[in-house]
Structure formats: C-alpha cells, structure tokens
C-alpha cells in the first residue's frame, strides 16, 4: 500500500483484482495484534446470540467469510459446529489455523469469487469481515452472491454492515462521500510490538432499505436488520444510534446447473 494511496477525498482504491485487496498490508502489520481492538471482546456473545436466531446445531456446517484470526470460526467449533473460515489475507489464515480447535478450519480465498456450491447450512460475515470492505464496482453484491451460492437452500446468513446513518451522524474525523456511500478515514494501527503505522480504511457504508434490497437481489429472504454494536447483538429495530446493523436472512430456493 503506497503512502499517497487514497489521499484524495472520496477516492476509493481500486481493489477490483480478485485474489488481491488494499486491506491485506494492513493484516500483515497488525498481525495477531488485531485481536487487541476492543471490538473484538464479545466473540462469545456474538456467537451466542447467532447461533439463536439461526437456530444452528452441532453437526451443522458454517461458512465464516472473511474470518481473520478465526476468532468467531473458534467459538462455533467449541460448540461442536463444523466451520470453516476464508479470509484474503494469509497472515490472518496461518494464525487461525496454528491454533484451530478441532472442527475448524482456514484457507485463502477472495470472499468475491467463492467456490462453494450448496454445502453450508449457515454463514457469517461479520465485523466488516468481506462484506463492506470490496466496495470497487459495487463487489459487494458479488460477496452475497458468492454466499448464497455456498448455501444450501433455506440456509441462514448472519452478516453485520457498518450503520451509514451513524457515519454521517457522528464520525467527525472521517469523510463520507454521500454518492458511493464510502467512508474514508485515516487511522493507526499497531503490530504485536506496538510499532504503529498510518493507513487508510475505506468502509462501505449501509441503509436497511439498502441492504433488503441487496440481500433480495441475491436470493435472501431478509427476516431482520437490527441495530447493534460490537459484543451487544440483539434483535431489535434498526436506529441511527448504532455503529451497525445486523442482518439475518435466509436463502431462497433457485434452480441450480442439471436440476429442472
């Protein structure tokens, strides 16, 4: 990532290249380290609240896209679902998977171009995990595709979207450009020995109409947006006092390649 990339305001890095993105420099210097941020404290609850409202079981199989250090796939697998996790950065997948617990497990993989067909019985995208983060060209929508081509039909889909109403409402260092619904921020991030560099973040950036809309684009049922923050998942109405919205939904049925 080179040091003027995206200065200007509302540029957006063209990260269209499937197999690469602007976001893995900054897994590669964060490291193990990324599981400092606060916001990645309430795995459990998270974890206990989707497992609800998908009603997953143990023996169910779920596809984590955009899994980081694993820290979700982690705590599904202890409760004896099978997970399996992809992320595009291979410094976030070696560091799952040194330490995966038995039932999980990580590879490489660009969450725009999956290659599942109708093998989970759930998924989660969770913490701007993919989805949010592949805003060139509206790849966003190839995210949700992707998902619900991994899905069997009726399968669950648990994904949380940064909150646009919040955005605008009470980021003041950052900049919103209103016609992409991209967010862009300069910040700090520190690796495991606390050096720190400056990088950009680009987040795209969600309404609930916006996001029913995507979901039944793709052959979602949207059953409830919520609004929530990190480790406080609930469901409940979709407000602008949230960093973001939880979105469940459920695959609906489509006719795949050799079925009539």
């Given at each position: 990532?080179?040091?003027?990339?995206?200065?200007?305001?509302?540029?957006?890095p063209?990260?269209?290249?499937?197999?690469?993105?602007?976001f893995?420099?900054?897994?590669?210097?964060?490291?193990?380290?990324?599981?400092?941020?606060?916001?990645?404290?309430?795995?459990?609850?998270?974890?206990?609240?989707?497992?609800?409202?998908?009603?997953?079981?143990?023996?169910?199989?779920v596809?984590?896209?955009?899994c980081?250090?694993g820290?979700h796939?982690?705590?599904?697998?202890?409760?004896?679902?099978?997970?399996?996790?992809?992320?595009?950065?291979?410094?976030?997948?070696d560091?799952?998977s040194?330490?995966?617990?038995?039932?999980?497990?990580?590879?490489?993989?660009?969450?725009?171009?999956?290659?599942?067909?109708?093998?989970?019985?759930?998924?989660?995208?969770?913490c701007q995990?993919?989805?949010?983060?592949?805003?060139?060209?509206?790849?966003?929508?190839?995210?949700?595709?992707?998902i619900?081509?991994?899905?069997?039909?009726?399968?669950?889909?648990?994904?949380?979207?940064?909150?646009?109403?919040?955005?605008?409402?009470?980021?003041?260092?950052?900049?919103?450009?209103?016609?992409?619904?991209?967010?862009?921020e300069?910040?700090?991030?520190r690796?495991?020995?606390?050096?720190?560099?400056?990088?950009?973040?680009?987040?795209?950036?969600?309404?609930?109409?916006?996001?029913?809309?995507?979901?039944?684009?793709?052959?979602?049922?949207?059953?409830?947006?919520?609004?929530?923050?990190?480790?406080?998942?609930?469901?409940?109405?979709?407000t602008?006092?949230?960093?973001?919205?939880?979105?469940?939904?459920?695959?609906?049925?489509?006719?795949?390649?050799?079925?009539?």
């Amino acid at each position: 990532m080179g040091p003027d990339m995206g200065r200007s305001e509302g540029v957006v890095p063209m990260s269209s290249e499937v197999g690469s993105h602007w976001f893995e420099p900054m897994a590669d210097h964060m490291g193990s380290a990324y599981l400092r941020y606060s916001f990645t404290k309430g795995t459990v609850q998270e974890v206990d609240h989707i497992i609800s409202m998908l009603d997953l079981k143990p023996g169910m199989r779920v596809l984590d896209v955009g899994c980081g250090p694993g820290r979700h796939a982690y705590e599904f697998a202890r409760r004896g679902i099978s997970v399996h996790g992809i992320d595009i950065s291979q410094t976030f997948v070696d560091l799952a998977s040194d330490a995966a617990p038995k039932g999980a497990t990580f590879e490489r993989m660009d969450a725009r171009a999956l290659t599942f067909d109708a093998e989970f019985d759930a998924a989660v995208c969770l913490c701007q995990g993919a989805f949010g983060l592949m805003t060139a060209n509206g790849q966003d929508v190839d995210v949700l595709k992707g998902i619900r081509r991994a899905l069997k039909d009726g399968g669950g889909l648990a994904l949380s979207a940064f909150n646009a109403y919040f955005v605008v409402k009470y980021f003041e260092q950052a900049t919103f450009d209103a016609g992409s619904g991209v967010n862009h921020e300069v910040t700090e991030i520190r690796n495991q020995a606390g050096e720190s560099q400056t990088v950009d973040l680009w987040t795209g950036c969600y309404t609930p109409r916006e996001l029913r809309l995507m979901l039944s684009a793709c052959d979602f049922e949207p059953h409830s947006i919520s609004s929530v923050d990190p480790g406080g998942y609930v469901e409940g109405p979709a407000t602008t006092e949230s960093s973001e919205f939880l979105v469940v939904a459920f695959a609906t049925p489509v006719r795949r390649m050799g079925t009539r």
